[in-house]
């Protein structure tokens, strides 16, 4: 089942064309998730599927709706965290979840999900005192609650360590487990190579390439790369042929040969023409 279908969506700000042309399906139960420089248009595109942005030119539908008109069914069956979503400070992690509970009517049991977050120590804090890492579990917290079906996480993992970040990593795949769609944008190469079905790249506007990692991997026709010393030399080869070239410089003698296969950040870097940061 489509739980997003987007066909050539246009955003146009004054002079800005943010969005040119965007075509893309996500399956139900599966991690999308949209990647690009800054400034690619992934928030507009975000914000358009969400409701909160009118389109210029397209089709989009989630969860059968127009985003535009969305019912108040639908709203309660999508959920959004943005990275800079504030949560009340004063207020203990056991309250804030009470509190989405009872806005959005949800039937998630607030003690059971503390624990699966591993906020059940910190319940009784309040929210000013929590670190960044256990903020943004809160955080997810607040749509578990209410038990969404789609779930836009815009940069979850940012700033956060490599511990914490696992421990969003394993939520999300938990969430996927469960039959959830998640709408992820990231600019960690690392986390969506990790955690994605579909990976969509985008630059200025428009989509570059997409698919499994796999897939934009082989489309990319990147080659897989070699170093080794040869003679007290480094040597780099690019290649796509790593048995044979490997077989050779063994047979001259080459030391701490190292393969390494193209991964995202090689894709990502070969189509935006940028490093990131
Ligand atoms: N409200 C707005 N009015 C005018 N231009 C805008 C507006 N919002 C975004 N833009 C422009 O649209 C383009 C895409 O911006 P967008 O925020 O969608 O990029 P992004 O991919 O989310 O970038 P980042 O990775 O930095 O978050 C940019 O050139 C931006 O300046
Ligand atoms: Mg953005």
């Given at each position: 089942m489509k739980v997003i279908q987007v066909s050539n969506l246009w955003k146009k700000y004054r002079e800005v064309?943010?969005?040119?042309?965007l075509s893309f399906e996500v399956e139900k139960g599966t991690v999308f998730s949209l990647l690009g420089p800054n400034g690619a248009g992934k928030t507009t595109a975000v914000e358009i599927l969400i409701g909160v942005r009118k389109r210029t030119l397209g089709e989009v539908k989630v969860l059968e709706e127009d985003p535009e008109k969305f019912s108040k069914e639908t709203k309660k069956k999508l959920a959004v965290v943005f990275q800079e979503t504030a949560i009340?400070?004063?207020?203990t992690p056991y309250e804030i979840l009470k509190f989405f509970k009872k806005t959005y009517e949800g039937d998630g049991n607030i003690e059971e999900i503390l624990k699966y977050l591993d906020l059940w120590d910190q319940r009784k804090s309040l929210a000013k005192h929590l670190s960044g890492g256990q903020r943004r579990k809160l955080l997810i917290g607040t749509i578990l609650v209410h038990d969404p079906e789609l779930i836009f996480l815009d940069e979850p993992t940012t700033s956060l360590d490599p511990a914490s970040r696992r421990n969003i990593w394993k939520i999300i795949q938990d969430l996927r487990g469960r039959g959830k769609t998640i709408f992820l944008t990231t600019h960690y190469m690392e986390e969506a190579q990790e955690l994605s079905d579909v990976v969509c790249i985008m630059n200025e506007g428009e989509i570059v390439t997409m698919g499994s990692v796999k897939e934009v991997i082989e489309k990319s026709g990147l080659k897989t790369i070699i170093t080794a010393k040869l003679n007290g030399e480094e040597i780099r080869i690019e290649t796509t042929r790593p048995d044979e070239v490997t077989a050779e410089l063994l047979k001259k003698g080459a030391e701490e040969i190292d393969i390494r296969k193209p991964n995202l950040e090689d894709v990502f870097l070969h189509f935006t023409g940028r490093k990131l940061k």
């Open positions: 064309e943010a969005v040119k042309g009340f400070e004063n207020l």
